[in-house]
T-cell receptor, first 119, second 111 residues
């Protein structure tokens, strides 16, 4: 079945560090990938939509200069948290849908998430 | 703006019980609705996807129903087991391609 790989699974670093998270679709192509953030005991909130070959679309309240998204190929999107601070500590998770298949009957496939802890 | 609500927020049941988790959404114009399972500190596992034209989907002990006109979905778990303990999330695809999630139901099945 379709698999989305997310790396790293856990990051602990000092305040001010920039952290890059990778999201790969392993056996399908995705022109669009999504980045979500989840705070403890809360649901997933969409941060941005990553578009292959073009600029990402950010949700209201999400700083695009803080959360840099690059979608350089049909199987890879990266999220870079720049100059991370403790308030950026969260669970970040990406998802993708196979672009070659119909919209309504295809599930989104999620990575296993990245637990980011900023000290 | 689409809003998704899940009730109850938490549920604790003894092993073997049948249970129902509820999900409601405010905008009935959806492509599909998906139910996920999330274990603590982990990512999401897709359980069932119901297309907007469908009424229900079944997988093993799980059955999900969809009443699009009333903006409701239920996830029925038969003969619950301790291994079913997790947070269950419902999410709708409303045309923005990203999913809108509910806040989840934390299920604990007692042995």
């Amino acid at each position: 079945g379709a698999v989305v790989s997310q790396h790293p699974s856990r990051v602990i670093c000092k305040s001010g560090t920039s952290v890059k998270i990778e999201c790969r679709s392993l056996d399908f192509q995705a022109t669009t990938m999504f980045w979500y953030r989840q705070f403890p005991k809360q649901s997933l909130m969409l941060m941005a939509t990553s578009n292959e070959g073009s600029k990402a679309t950010y949700e209201q309240g999400v700083e695009k200069d803080k959360f840099l998204i690059n979608h350089a190929s049909l199987t890879l999107s990266t999220l870079t948290v720049t100059s991370a601070h403790p308030e950026d500590s969260s669970f970040y998770i990406c998802s993708a849908r196979d672009r070659g298949r119909g919209r309504s009957n295809q599930p989104q496939h999620f990575g296993d998430g990245t637990r980011l802890s900023i000290l | 703006k689409q809003e998704v609500t899940q009730i109850p927020a938490a549920l604790s049941v003894p092993e073997g019980e049948n249970l129902v988790l509820n999900c409601s959404f405010t905008d009935s114009a959806i492509y599909n609705l998906q139910w996920f399972r999330q274990d603590p500190g982990k990512g999401l596992t897709s359980l069932l996807l119901i297309q907007s034209s469908q009424r229900e989907q079944t997988s093993g002990r799980l059955n999900a129903s969809l009443d699009k006109s009333s903006g409701r979905s239920t996830l029925y778990i038969a003969a619950s087991q301790p291994g079913d303990s997790a947070t269950y999330l419902c999410a709708v695809d409303t045309g923005r391609r990203a999913l809108t999630f509910g806040s989840g139901t934390r299920l604990q099945v007692q042995p």
